[in-house]
Each structure stands twice: as structure tokens, then as C-alpha cells.
């Protein structure tokens, strides 16, 4: 049988893009890349047989080499392997339980690793990933728990009376129940988008495993697009296949935190939810944790919990939107009408710790009280998982 | 503004993967590819200073080639630009509006192209993606227009008690209709899975815009996992960040077919579905189409509209299935139970078209009425999507 399944996968193939690695050397369609040892080990195989020079980057070459002057990850080379067949390789020792993100550089090109099929986009880039099994890594993995649903769902915005999409996780159990659950707003940064969360930061396995284990509330969790300018992830909306920008207009100008209230309306109109300031919780990163910090310091009577993960707290256009001009005085009266927890978590290389330091000693200085958290590392998905992970158990208690 | 949003993105990018292009020179993350003409030219750009050949493979040559000897589509050059620049580029003239795939071949290795962020993964192999708008390709397009809502939902099956995938499509007002409505069952082919029919298919935009133009009843649709070995799509099942194999066991080997019923009964437990057999219809392509052949045939009370897509119509397997043995006998069973419509699609150099022949010409013997269309190409998601388009408004009349 297994012949003529070969056979047929063969035929099923015969009329699709030829791969041109197994067209010139069999063998090649055999390469594992990357292969994981049990102890950390990954090592990376490319099939390049007219190649001079290949190059590993991505954060995967984190515990090896130095950050460049210009905070650029250090390329690791690739060694020819002897005997001329064609083969690279390239060794990281140690590598820490955790989703990684790399690509290849091949005689100055850059390229995604062939033989590794799990790629993911961030803003205007296609990477390849590989997962570190571990203890750190553990919630990022599809366990044998009951698994929540997750949708993308379409509301109208006022703003330009356009459709635009968002994913929705429900928990498991969610449909039958009857129950009405507490939501958690989670949004992603610049240039990312309504899939952001759930495809690099790995929100529904995270969700599912901490739900099952008892750790966190079954929640709903509605993941929105905040680039008002486009109305869905790319390819998924009305500019068709139009290749991503990252400087997009109305993400940091006050329109989408001013226009949140929709969105709200739209899932408590759709979902079962408990509509409670504190059955409602909002977080994000980078840009996704200023659009909280100003969404709930407008609306003080939409949210009880706040996380702010590696956020731009403060405006960062010439132009300042109303909204952000009297921080202190909005999160003053936020936290006048009642806080459940507030939450502030960042990367010691992070490019916007010292802002966040001046919004602490802010906070400090009215007597706000929140919740810190300090990481290793600087402004990245590693450190926004993790900030998941330690958020969610906090949540609706 | 701008000014300052770009250093912000630069900031943001900055611990991010290196752009290995743009390190080396800043005008690569200029070039545009592929780049659209109105006309259909579409032309694809690399730079590659040290590359000795680029070439373009994939279906988007289709128009350009002949097909080799062993079923390959050829390879089109690319040719270096004057002026020493690194660039390279390859023009193809007069694309048929269509959803395409392609690669390249850098210097012998495989490659995506490093400006097109539009990816999608069929089986094994990851390839890029570009959309010739216009007449043929309209349907593919995100319209404004009422957009249905996608769903990823686990199911429990008896065959090894674990969850299992799917994606359900519900249209647009599904939420706030309280209405009931009809259910089509669309199947993938082998190695792909319940991600096929809505990335590579575009079957969410073939609905959306069927659907609000009148030619399609609003309708529910499910599309499963047809591969009993895994869960879900790579990366979203248990097996973690393993790379797909096309050889899998369990594919069509009746298991699949057998518990068809527990999809059904799940997905009327679960939505608001109309139950009985005129409101059902089973659809797929390949492996897809043999599924649906067989479930419909041995489960003759269930669906009243059956569609099979360059359909793999007998058994390939060396170990036949009891469920595949009397073709003959369990689709005249069917037919004398009463079916709305049969639809049978091929395309005219599909390597199936001979098997499909003969099975029409069983038909045929057995006077059983069926609507036949004949295609241009082979075995390739061109006429897949194509089908779909014709055969959605055949439905729930």
C-alpha cells in the first residue's frame, strides 16, 4: 500500500509547482530542518550546492552571538559539510524552550528555510519558526485539553463605515454552556494584525492550556485589527493582495481607541458576555498596549483590568491626538473610578523601557497602584507570550 | 508625522530579524514582486548580486511553457538587469485572471520570493501566491459586501476518541437571523486539510460574494480534516511543529467515510442547520471527491447534492476497503433513494480523467442521470475553484 500511495501522492504532485530540490537531488526532499536534539541542540540543513556563502538570523541566534551597534541579531554562518554534496549546516548549542523565528541569507539573499514548511508574516516579513519543547514552551504547544473555538468575525465601524474583521476565541465548552463569560480585549502592535496574537503569540494554545488547568477563567478573547487603515489582515481584505506597509495612517492618532466602544457593543451584542467593568479586561503590545492604556483611561468605565506589554505609553506622533495629551490627568481619573489590577510589563533592552520607567514614576507620584513585571530580552514576541501567560491567571478572580 | 512613525517602525523592527536586503542595500526594500500591469504582464523581481540563476517555477508559468515529460511545468529565466545592480527579473505576458503559485530557483535552491509576503503552504511545500484580477478571478476577491463568519471548531471522534478540526463557514446574519439554513460539506485533497478549501480555495470569498449576490443560497459550509492521522492543520495539532508527510495512513482507507456521520451530528448540534437530506450537500476534490463519493454512497439518506471535483473515484490503495468494493452496487442503491443532483468536473488533462470516464460510462449503464463539465488544465486548485463556483448555485434550489 505504500507503494501506490507514492505512487499517487507522486501523480497528485506531477502538475504543481516542481520542487526543485527533489528534481536535482532526491535526497534532498529527505532534509530535516531544522532537527532538535533532546538537549537544545537545532541544527539547520540547507541543500546549496552552488552557494558560497549561507548565513542564519532571526532571533534563533539569540544565546549565541551579540547584538550588532545597530541592535541587528548576529548572523551565524553555515559550514559547507565535506565531501561536495551540496550540503550546509549550521549548529545552535542551548537553545532555551521557546518559539523562535529565523530566515536564511544565501549569497546575500534572503530567503525562508525550504524544508521547514511552518512560516509565519510579521509586518512586512515571512519567517520561518521553530518551537523548543520545554518547560517554557509548554503552553505554546496543542495539548490533549479541551480545545476553545476560534472565529473571525466582521463588525461595522463608524469611522469609515467599513466592515472590519477580528478573531474571537470562545472557550471550550462555550457553545453548550449557556454560560455568559468575561471578555479579555487583546491587541498586537504596528504593523501587526487581528492574527497577530494567535499565530506568533501562540494566544490559543496559551489560552486552552492555562482554561483547562484551572489557571485561568474561561474567557472570551476578541483579538481586533487596530490599523484602522486596513479592514483585515492582508489578502483578507479589499486591497487584495497589495504587499503590507508598515507606516500606516490612523494607528497612533486616537481613532481607534476613540472608536473601541464599538467593538465592545458589537461582542456584547454577539457573544455571551458578562458586560461588568470588571468581567472586562484590555492588554496589548507595543502600539496594542498604548491603544489600552488610552482605551481605558477614556472609557474608565469599560475596564477593570489593564495590561500594558512592552507598550508605547506615550504618544509618539507630531501631532498629538486629544486623547494623549493629559495622560496623567485620564489615568488619574481611570484610576479614581476603580482598577482591579493594573499591569506593566517590559524587557530590560527594551527601546521603550525609559518611557515606561517616566509612566511608572508617574503612577508612583499620584500613588496609583500597579503590578510590575521586568524581563530579559527586548521588544519581542518571546517576551509578549510570557507576559500572557503571567497575565491571563490574574484575570476575573 | 511620517518622520517620526518611521522611526518608530525602525526602533520597532529593530530586534527583529535582520533584513538581509536591506542591510546591504537599502533600495531592495523598494522592489516590488510581482508587479502587475493592467494589460496582465506580470513581472517578478529579485536582488541577487552573487546569484548565478534565477529561475520561476510554479503555475504561473503555465501561460509561458509546455509542460516537460514528466508533468513539470518548466522553468522561465530570469535575466540580470544592465548596470551591475544585483537585480534580476522576469517578465511573464498575458496571465488569465487567476489565482497563481510560484517559486524560484536561486542558484539551484528553492526559494519564496523575499518581497511577496502572500505565502500559503499546499502539502509539502510552501509557495508564493499572486492574484491577476479580472473577470475570471473576481470571486476570489474581498468584496464589500456582507462577510460570513469562519470558524475553527473541534470535533470528538469515536475512531481514536481524540478532537479533530474544522473550519465552518456561516453567512453573513447567521448570528442575528435565528433562521435555519442548508449545509455543504467540502472536502481537500490528499495532504492538504481543513485549511485548503478557505487559503488555497478562496471558498470564504466565493461564498461572501455568491451568497450577496443571489446566485448562492445563504448556506452553512464544513470543511473537515480528511486525513485521520492528524488532527488539524501542521502546527495546530498535537504533533507540534513536525512537518507534514503526504504518505499518511488512514487517508482513504473507508475510516474517513465511516465516521462521517459524527461530523454531521456535531454540526447539527452545534448551528442552526436545516436536517434534512435536500439541505445537505457533499463536495471535494481528489481524495476529497473520493470521500465524498463513497459517504454519499454508503450513507444514501444523508445528502441529497453530491459534487466530485477531479474526483479519485476508485480505490487507489493495494488493500481495498469494504466500503469501496461495490461501487456499482452502493450508487445505484443511492440513486434509487433519490439524489437532486450528481455533478462530476474535470479537467481534460487531469491524470484522473480516465478513471472518471470510466465511472461515467458505469453510470451511463446504470441510466443514472448525472451533469458532467469538462476543464482546461490538470489536477490543480485552478479548476477547483472554478467548480466551486458553478456548483454553489446548483444548491438547496
Redo the contacts between chains.
Keep these: ?9 507522486s ?11 527533489e ?2 537531488m532526491p535526497e534532498a526532499s529527505r532534509i ?1 530542518s531544522p532537527k532538535l536534539s533532546p538537549t537544545g541542540e537545532a541544527t539547520f540543513n ?8 549561507v ?1 542564519l ?3 534563533v541566534t539569540r544565546h549565541e552571538t551579540a ?1 550588532d551597534s ?4 548576529q ?1 551565524v554562518p553555515f559550514v559547507k559539510m565535506a565531501g561536495n554534496n ?1 550540503l550546509w549546516t549550521a549548529t545552535l548549542s542551548s537553545l532555551e524552550p521557546d518559539l523562535y ?3 536564511f ?8 528555510d ?6 509565519v ?7 520561518n ?3 523548543v ?1 520545554g518547560d517554557g514552551s509548554r503552553e505554546y ?4 485539553v ?2 476553545g ?6 463588525y461595522t465601524t463608524s469611522f469609515d463605515n ?2 472590519r ?1 477580528m478573531r474571537v476565541y470562545t472557550p ?1 465548552g462555550y ?2 454552556s449557556g454560560k455568559s463569560y468575561p471578555v479579555l480585549y487583546l491587541l498586537h ?3 501587526g494584525d487581528e492574527y497577530a496574537w494567535s499565530e506568533l503569540g501562540r494566544a490559543v494554545q496559551i489560552l486552552d492550556n492555562l482554561i483547562a488547568s484551572g489557571r485561568a477563567e474561561p474567557m472570551v478573547v476578541v483579538m481586533p485589527n487596530g490599523n484602522m487603515a486596513r479592514h ?1 489582515t ?5 486591497l ?2 497589495e ?2 506597509e ?2 500606516l495612517p490612523h ?1 497612533m492618532d486616537g481613532v481607534f481607541e476613540t472608536h473601541f466602544p464599538e467593538i465592545v457593543e458589537y461582542v456584547d451584542g ?1 457573544f455571551r458576555t458578562k458586560r461588568d467593568k470588571d468581567s472586562r479586561a484590555i492588554a496589548g503590545l ?1 502600539m496594542g498596549g498604548m491603544h489600552s492604556l488610552y482605551t481605558s483611561a477614556i472609557y474608565p468605565d469599560l475596564f477593570g483590568y489593564v495590561g500594558l506589554f512592552s507598550a ?1 505609553v506615550r504618544p ?4 498629538v491626538a486629544d486623547i494623549y495629551k493629559d495622560r496623567k490627568g485620564s489615568v488619574g481619573s481611570q484610576f479614581a473610578k476603580g482598577v482591579k489590577q493594573y499591569y506593566i510589563a517590559i524587557g530590560e ?1 527594551d ?1 521603550l523601557y525609559e518611557e515606561n520607567k517616566d509612566f511608572r514614576a508617574e503612577l508612583d507620584s499620584l500613588g496609583l497602584p500597579y503590578v510590575y513585571k521586568e524581563s530579559k530580552f ?3 514576541w518571546t517576551n509578549w507570550r510570557r507576559y500572557l501567560v503571567d497575565f491571563l491567571p490574574r484575570l476575573f478572580k
Tied chains: 1, 2.
Design positions: 500500500m505504500n507503494k501506490l500511495c507514492v505512487l499517487i501522492a501523480m497528485l504532485m506531477a502538475n504543481f509547482a516542481v520542487n526543485a530540490q528534481a536535482i530535516v540547507l541543500y546549496a550546492p552552488g552557494a558560497r556563502e548565513l538570523v532571526g532571533n547584538v545597530a541592535g541587528n541579531m548572523k551540496g523565528t529565523y530566515k541569507v544565501v549569497d546575500g539573499v534572503e530567503t525562508n525550504p524544508n521547514n514548511v511552518f512560516m508574516r510579521d509586518v512586512k516579513s515571512v519567517s519558526m521553530v518551537l519543547p504547544m496543542v495539548s490533549d479541551p480545545h473555538t476560534v472565529s473571525d468575525v466582521w467599513a466592515q474583521r471550550a457553545e453548550m502592535g504596528m504593523g483585515a492582508p489578502g483578507a481584505d479589499g487584495g493582495f504587499q503590507p508598515f507606516n494607528t454577539h507595543s508605547a509618539h506622533a507630531a501631532e533592552d527601546f527586548g521588544h519581542e
